[in-house]
């Protein structure tokens, strides 16, 4: 299982307007390596290309959501020194897809693991999954993002203690503090998320959910009068597009809506690109 050849350490399953993007090293706790890194990389972009994609789940296979950088690999590191243990990927990629991921946490969730799981727009945690920062425990910082965005989710007393100690969160604490939206029963969780994932997928418009995505991450660091001025702009087409129309005819006919996907090949916008992020053009 894993590593092995005819195994890859990514898999992807779409279904119903549902992606499954399952972390797949499962001997390994699915911990990331070089290879694993490229393949969810891949994964991910396609998924965000496919026009039949509306929504992603992101899991890990096995008994772990993920342990984090591969033992191999950060081991390596630490007796050579410089080089790279992961690939140059981007690892804010679920940020920039215009289309809502959902991590289904099932097990340990540690280091990058945690990271990617926080990158993601919403969590479901099994009710046996466990959190680690981990990284002051290893001598590393806190690494790719996540002293950006572990305290916009628990606040900035949690996200210390949390990157401090690099203590174990259980799952019970980690929904009271805000590091996951949901606790579910083990047995339930990837039915759960893709059901979640599924209501985004048939009910809501991928347009309007691409635009409120944006619009949150990019208020992250914007100013009330910034974010209400655009909101405002965002409405008025919002009000002239085909999406709102088909919204209130299907809501008054009492009838699914038929939303059209986003454009074939719709691409990767990071939220920081502030140009294409607001207005979705291509990168
Ligand atoms: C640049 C990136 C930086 C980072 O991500 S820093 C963080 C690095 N990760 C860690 O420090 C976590 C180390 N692992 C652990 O502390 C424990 O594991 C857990 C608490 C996560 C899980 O404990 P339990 O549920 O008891 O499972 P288990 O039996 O320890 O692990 C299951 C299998 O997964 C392997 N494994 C654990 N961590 C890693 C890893 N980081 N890389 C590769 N494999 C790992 C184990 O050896 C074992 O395998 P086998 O069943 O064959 O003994």
Redesign the pocket.
């Known amino acids: 299982m894993g590593d092995a050849a005819d195994e890859p350490p990514v898999l992807l399953a779409v279904a119903q307007g549902v992606a499954t993007i399952t972390l797949n090293r499962p001997?390994?706790?699915n911990?990331?390596t070089a290879a694993l890194s490229r393949a969810y990389a891949a994964a991910l972009e396609g998924a965000t290309r496919d026009p039949a994609v509306r929504a992603v789940v992101l899991t890990g296979a096995g008994?772990?959501f993920s342990?984090?950088?591969?033992?191999?690999g950060?081991g390596a590191v630490a007796e050579q020194g410089a080089a790279a243990?992961?690939a140059a990927t981007p690892y804010w990629l679920p940020l920039a897809s215009p289309k809502p991921v959902i991590a289904a946490v099932n097990?340990?969730c540690?280091?990058?693991g945690m990271q990617q799981a926080l990158c993601c727009d919403i969590r479901i945690a099994s009710d046996d999954a466990?959190f680690s920062t981990?990284?002051a425990r290893?001598g590393?910082v806190a690494?790719y993002g996540m002293s950006w965005l572990l305290p916009r989710l628990v606040g900035t007393g949690n996200a210390m203690d949390l990157l401090l100690s690099a203590r174990l969160v259980r799952a019970e604490e980690a929904g009271r503090i805000g590091l996951v939206n949901r606790v579910v029963p083990a047995a339930d969780l990837l039915a759960e998320a893709t059901d979640y994932a599924r209501q985004l997928a048939t009910q809501c418009s991928p347009g309007a959910m691409a635009a409120i995505k944006r619009q949150c991450l990019r208020d992250l660091t914007t100013d009330f009068p910034t974010s209400y001025a655009t909101a405002e702009a965002l409405l008025q087409d919002a009000f002239a597009g085909d999406d709102f129309r088909e919204g209130m005819r299907s809501w008054q006919a009492q009838r699914p809506p038929a939303f059209p996907p986003l454009p074939a090949g719709h691409g990767m916008i990071p939220p920081w690109d502030d140009d294409a992020f607001m207005t979705g053009e291509q990168p």
């Open positions: 001997a390994h706790g911990g990331w008994r772990a342990v984090g950088g591969d033992a191999g950060l243990p992961l097990g340990a540690f280091g990058i466990k981990a990284y290893r590393l690494e």
